[in-house]
């Protein structure tokens, strides 16, 4: 069974920094490209960062663009996502994500899903 | 990247079809087949109804169905069931390499 567990989430001063962690298991997560998605309290899904299986490959959402950082770490079977520099707009819960497919990275198919984890940025 | 359209809510009775729109561009839902559908009940973390405009994943209900025409993309859910009641998101890829998901879209089944 796919499991996905994000961890780190809380409360951050603007400005300050936060990782979040996210502990695969149920698949090869080697051989799969992952997401990160957020949503804001009320609000719709926006898609945050991707990173390719190898870890080779990183792509950002503008908004997220030079602050935030995902990685990976393959032989942990955990997905990172390391964010600086926080704003107001980024309070949100941030849902780990897998792709559909091991030859997709980011067009938007995500087949299994974390619970999510509540990142609150306020002073 | 402006979120694609969707309407706000739509609502219809168990047993009858509704359908969601999902409304973009030539450079997103209109230029790929990468367009999703997710269903999310409240508290609880999205589930891919649909990919690739009109594929299914195993184990969602056929009732279930996707299409698209131009830069609109369409979800279309039959024999409605009080547990369809959810938000619905619609996703495409886009040409600048990133993914833009709807703005979701609530239905309620009467």
């Known amino acids: 069974e796919v499991q996905l567990l994000e961890s780190g989430g809380g409360l951050v001063q603007p400005g300050g920094s936060l990782r979040l962690s996210c502990a695969a298991s149920g698949f090869t997560f080697s051989s799969y490209a992952m997401n990160w998605v957020r949503q804001a309290p009320g609000k719709g899904l926006e898609w945050v960062s991707a990173?390719?299986?190898?870890?080779?490959?990183?792509y950002y959402a503008d908004s997220v663009k030079g602050r935030f950082t995902i990685s990976r770490d393959n032989s942990k079977n955990t997905l990172y996502l390391q964010m600086n520099s926080l704003r107001a707009e980024d309070t949100a819960v941030y849902y780990c994500?897998?792709?559909?497919?091991?030859?997709?990275?980011?067009?938007?198919?995500?087949?299994?899903w974390g619970q999510g984890t509540l990142v609150t940025v306020s002073s | 990247q402006s979120a694609l359209t969707q309407p706000a809510s739509v609502s219809g009775s168990p047993g009858q079809s509704i359908t969601i729109s999902c409304t973009g561009t030539?450079?997103?839902?209109?230029?790929?087949?990468?367009v999703s559908w997710y269903q999310q009940h409240p508290g609880k973390a999205p589930k891919l109804m649909i990919y690739?405009?009109?594929n299914r994943p195993s184990g969602v209900s056929n009732r279930f169905s996707g299409s698209k025409s131009g830069n609109t993309a369409s979800l279309t859910i039959s024999g409605l069931q009080a547990e369809d009641e959810a938000d619905y998101y619609c996703?495409?890829?886009?040409?600048?390499?990133?993914?833009?998901f709807g703005g979701g879209t609530k239905l309620t089944v009467l």
């Open positions: 690739e405009v009109s």
């Open positions: 030539s450079s997103d839902v209109g230029g790929y087949k990468y």
């Open positions: 990173i390719s299986d190898s870890a080779g490959r990183a």
């Open positions: 996703s495409s890829y886009t040409s600048s390499g990133s993914v833009v």
């Open positions: 994500s897998k792709v559909r497919s091991s030859v997709l990275v980011r067009t938007g198919e995500f087949d299994y």
